[in-house]
């Protein structure tokens, strides 16, 4: 059992606590009450950053002290919306919000991953037809072996997560969400991944 901090308490972050739950960890959701978030990142083994994007990299700067020596699982993307209200252009452009965290915090341990899906996928990968794809960016080996583990409690096949590398690539997965709001319009809010045919 892990003691996980969810930053968020939206579709993404209320999703991914039950399923953290349901897979036997112990789980602490945040809202935005006052220092809900630094509570919960103290006590706390791993923290999720679900918050939306482009206040992330504010929000868990203020918890510098917070986030000392864990595990920081980023798995929002940092974008500007359009008019209706989906991604648009990229908040970092040339860089990525996982590289900027990482850049501000660094005595934490930051992992990028399950950006790259609408959100009933990051806790039910195998309602897809085809095998999705779930990436990890980051520069520790030992962190990312542990968000591995984390994502096969949730549902993830082995082989159906890809260690991309450094922090530095998760300015492609953050870019592929580009695709999003493409795929939504032409096809519907149905689940979906953006993955790679083998």
Known sequence: MT????????????????????AGHEVTVADRAP???????RTAQIVINATPGAGS???LVALREELRDKILVDVSNATVDGPDGLPADLIYPGSSLAEQLQEALPET???KTLNTMLFPVMTAPATLTQAPDAYLSGEDPQAKQTVRELLINLGWRMEWITDLGGIQTARATEAAILFVPHVIRSS???P???SIAR
């Not at 930053?7 to 999703?15: E, K, T």
């Not at 809900?36 to 990142?41: E, K, P, Q, V, Y």
Request: charged share 15%; glycine share 16%.
């Open 3 to 22: 003691t996980i901090a969810v930053l968020g308490n939206g579709r993404v972050g209320g999703n991914l606590a039950t399923a953290l739950i349901r």
């Open 188 to 190: 519907g809010f149905a």
């Open 192 to 194: 979906f991944a953006i």
């Open 35 to 41: 220092g809900a978030a630094a509570d919960a990142a």
């Open 109 to 111: 341990r930051v992992v």
């Open 57 to 59: 990299l504010d929000r």
